[in-house]
């Protein structure tokens, strides 16, 4: 895969419109132009072939919510406070990237063969909570957790199955439900005693 140009990044949703409408084995790369707004030529310049558009798809996915995580937990207030900013964030990149986010799902198997895809989740993810985990455990606006690690991944877990579910139910995505749902249950739930 070449590196992809900018101009390609403000097409991310309709591509992976495409992926969720016609399933990854259904989809061709003529579609994918069409959806990219690029001759077809082209997008086989950049991307050997649609394993690679799904593979920058899932990048640029999450790099975007990497990108609205890090703005969340540096944010301001104690540990509790940007670990509701976080959740909420999470929520916001997938009311964003649903079509993104619904493809991400559907394709975990090839998600799941590849180690930055992986590693990329962590990073966006998992590692700013079990940072925060730890400083809320310490500053007491977060109970102590015995692997704040593993606790992040059950909060990530939490987060993306409750936004999934208004993905795939709800005639429109419900952002502010979704959100209010996980941190009554998330953040209540580690609060400091």
Not at 98 to 126: K, M, T
Not at 176 to 187: Q, R, T, Y
Request: hydrophobic share 50%; with cysteine.
């Amino acid at each position: 895969m070449r590196a992809v140009p900018r101009w390609l990044s403000g097409s991310t949703e309709s591509v992976a419109e495409v992926f969720a409408r016609e399933g990854f084995t259904r989809t061709r790369m003529d579609e994918l132009a069409v959806a990219a707004g690029v001759p077809r030529a082209t997008l086989y310049y950049h991307f050997s072939g649609k394993d690679e558009v799904l593979v920058w798809l899932l990048r640029s996915t999450l790099a975007d919510l990497k990108a609205a995580v890090m703005d969340a937990a540096a944010g301001a207030g104690d540990a509790r406070c940007r670990l509701a900013a976080v959740l909420r964030a999470q929520v916001e990149v997938m009311g964003r990237r649903p079509a993104a986010c619904r493809v991400l799902i559907a394709n975990l198997d090839r998600a799941g063969q590849l180690p930055d895809i992986a590693v990329g989740v962590v990073e966006a993810f998992h590692s700013p909570v079990t940072r925060l985990l730890e400083e809320g455990a310490v500053d007491g606006s977060l109970r102590r957790v015995a692997d704040p690690a593993r606790t992040a991944g059950v909060v990530f877990g939490a987060v993306t199955i409750a936004g999934l579910q208004s993905l795939v139910l709800d005639p429109e995505f419900q952002a502010e439900a979704v959100a209010a749902a996980v941190l009554d249950v998330v953040v209540a739930g580690l609060a400091g005693r």
